[in-house]
Nanobody, 118 residues
Framework: QVQLVESGGGPVQSGGSLRLSCAAS????????MYWWRQSPGNERELVAS????????SYSDFVKGRFIISWDDPSNTLYLQMNDLEVADTAVYYC???????????WGQGTQVTVSS
């Protein structure tokens, strides 16, 4: 059973940094694509960053490009999102998502709240 548990959210001032973590269990990392999404009140969930397998190819939505970095740590089976130069518009619940390359089944974490104040 795949389980994803996010942590690292919280309040931060504009221009600050946070690092989100997503502890993954029940999956073999190179058989899943990994994503970070976010959702703010009244808006649809939007893709923030992707880590595609094979090769751990990364990509970012335009609104975070140059500020956020997605990465994976093998020993701890953890997905990270380093968020720098945060803006008020980055306030949202951030979700970790794993998609099986074989079955396309999606798995979601419970989300972690990030609140950026000016």
């Amino acid at each position: 059973q795949v389980q994803l548990v996010e942590s690292g959210g919280g309040p931060v001032q504009s221009g600050g940094s946070l690092r989100l973590s997503c502890a993954a269990s029940g999956l073999i990392h190179n058989r899943y694509a990994m994503y970070w999404w976010r959702q703010s009140p009244g808006n649809e969930r939007e893709l923030v960053a992707s880590l595609e397998r094979p090769g751990d190819r990364t990509s970012y939505s335009d609104f975070v490009k140059g500020r956020f970095i997605i990465s994976w740590d093998d020993p701890s089976n953890t997905l990270y999102l380093q968020m720098n130069d945060l803006e008020v518009a980055d306030t949202a619940v951030y979700y970790c998502n794993a998609v099986s390359l074989k079955t396309r089944a999606p798995y979601w974490g419970q989300g972690t709240q990030v609140t950026v104040s000016s």
